[in-house]
């Protein structure tokens, strides 16, 4: 039997594995509960499966997906885990409590194609895309630490979208009763703004969505993030004016406010008009200050004003002051750095 990693597979690729090795439907169901629920970490400990089945699972089907490096902990409590990949690549995830809160950022890609030039990963350039193991497995080896993990966001390294098989299958996986059994509502991805597969999205899943739109005009949008030059502001605000969403919710669009580039009156008010009609709320996120990204932070005036104008409008916009900073798991500034082979 040829190995596989355990947790590519959603219940009903299970269902068709576990026949393919002998065994009976049901047994994909008990896999599900030791992996998700109880979080197994070796065969061993599934003392329900007979001891012919357990053989089986030692030597053809892989829990693990990634080896845990490194964990840092930020002054404000934020963890930043560093993963190795089975081929070498590394990636990161990020855990932010906010209690009750307690979301973890997860990664899509090893490294990001778009590169976005605020970005610390954009300039890494692309490794590889995450594989539905490798992303699920994020969450497991994070609740090891905290079992009580609430809101699960792609926000991490990568384009969720342009991963979309590996993403729409691991998030069956987290939405399975029998599996992760997280709400919809607690699951948000993140894009920068492939419309095909937004438009997709839509269709597909009910977890929440966010537009990493950073600029509210053409010019300044495209030299800020390239894949602005292929789908421009009018093609993205229409996928989201068009956008299923269900009641009570809203997209929230994030923007990073950079010191003398988006953050003027003008650029609030161009904001304004961009979103009028859609339901959104606005994440204003200041920059975080990296030695290898040449943008600034703005003054706290500047940021005030700047939600200021948009409150005005009755936009629901908040500031989010980011996150894990001083061990660089900000927005933004996920490298994995120590080990890109
Ligand atoms: S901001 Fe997101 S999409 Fe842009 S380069 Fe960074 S990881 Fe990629």
């Given at each position: 039997?040829?190995?596989?990693?355990?947790?590519?597979?959603?219940?009903?690729?299970?269902?068709?594995?576990?026949?393919?090795?002998?065994?009976?439907?049901?047994?994909?169901?008990?896999?599900?509960?030791?992996?998700?629920?109880?979080?197994?970490?070796?065969?061993?400990?599934?003392?329900?499966?007979?001891?012919?089945?357990?053989?089986?699972?030692?030597?053809?089907?892989?829990?693990?997906?990634?080896?845990?490096?490194?964990?840092?902990?930020?002054?404000?409590?934020?963890?930043?885990?560093?993963?190795?990949?089975?081929?070498?690549?590394?990636?990161?995830?990020?855990?932010?409590?906010?209690?009750?809160?307690?979301?973890?950022?997860?990664?899509?890609?090893?490294?990001?194609?778009?590169?976005?030039?605020?970005?610390?990963?954009?300039?890494?350039?692309?490794?590889?895309?995450?594989?539905?193991?490798?992303?699920?497995?994020?969450?497991?080896?994070?609740?090891?630490?905290?079992?009580?993990?609430?809101?699960?966001?792609?926000?991490?390294?990568?384009?969720?979208?342009?991963?979309?098989?590996?993403?729409?299958?691991?998030?069956?996986?987290?939405?399975?009763?029998?599996?992760?059994?997280?709400?919809?509502?607690?699951?948000?991805?993140?894009?920068?703004?492939?419309?095909?597969?937004?438009?997709?999205?839509?269709?597909?899943?009910?977890?929440?969505?966010?537009?990493?739109?950073h600029?509210?005009?053409?010019?300044?949008?495209?030299?800020?993030?390239?894949?602005?030059?292929?789908?421009?502001?009018?093609?993205?605000?229409?996928?989201?004016?068009?956008?299923?969403?269900?009641?009570?919710?809203?997209?929230?669009f994030e923007y990073i406010l950079?010191?003398?580039?988006n953050d003027?009156?003008?650029?609030a008010?161009?904001l304004?008009?961009?979103?009028?009609?859609?339901?959104?709320k606005v994440n204003l996120i200041p920059f975080?200050?990296?030695?290898?990204?040449?943008?600034?932070?703005p003054?706290?005036?500047?940021i005030l004003?700047f939600q200021?104008?948009l409150q005005?409008?009755?936009l629901?916009a908040l500031i989010r002051q980011?996150?894990?900073?001083?061990?660089?798991?900000?927005?933004?500034?996920?490298?994995?750095?120590?080990?890109?082979?």
């Amino acid at each position: 039997m040829q190995s596989v990693f355990i947790k590519n597979f959603t219940l009903p690729e299970m269902e068709s594995w576990v026949e393919s090795i002998g065994e009976r439907r049901f047994r994909a169901r008990q896999l599900f509960r030791h992996i998700y629920a109880r979080r197994v970490r070796s065969w061993e400990e599934c003392s329900d499966l007979s001891k012919m089945f357990r053989v089986q699972l030692e030597f053809g089907a892989r829990i693990n997906a990634l080896k845990l490096l490194e964990t840092r902990e930020a002054a404000d409590g934020t963890r930043k885990y560093l993963f190795e990949l089975h081929d070498g690549h590394c990636i990161e995830s990020v855990l932010i409590p906010d209690p009750p809160r307690q979301t973890l950022c997860l990664s899509s890609q090893a490294g990001c194609a778009l590169g976005c030039n605020f970005c610390v990963t954009g300039a890494l350039g692309f490794k590889r895309n995450l594989n539905v193991a490798e992303i699920v497995d994020q969450i497991c080896q994070v609740q090891r630490d905290q079992p009580r993990l609430t809101n699960l966001v792609f926000m991490g390294m990568g384009e969720p979208l342009a991963n979309y098989e590996a993403v729409s299958r691991a998030i069956q996986i987290m939405l399975d009763p029998n599996g992760m059994a997280f709400s919809h509502r607690r699951i948000t991805i993140s894009t920068a703004g492939l419309v095909p597969q937004l438009r997709r999205l839509g269709e597909d899943s009910p977890v929440n969505l966010a537009i990493s739109l950073h600029a509210a005009d053409d010019a300044l949008r495209g030299q800020l993030m390239p894949i602005n030059r292929t789908y421009p502001l009018t093609e993205l605000m229409a996928a989201c004016r068009e956008y299923p969403l269900p009641p009570r919710k809203r997209i929230t669009f994030e923007y990073i406010l950079l010191d003398g580039v988006n953050d003027d009156p003008a650029h609030a008010r161009k904001l304004i008009k961009l979103l009028y009609g859609v339901r959104a709320k606005v994440n204003l996120i200041p920059f975080n200050p990296h030695p290898d990204i040449p943008y600034r932070k703005p003054s706290e005036e500047r940021i005030l004003k700047f939600q200021e104008i948009l409150q005005g409008a009755q936009l629901n916009a908040l500031i989010r002051q980011s996150r894990g900073s001083d061990i660089s798991a900000a927005c933004g500034q996920l490298a994995a750095r120590y080990c890109q082979p």
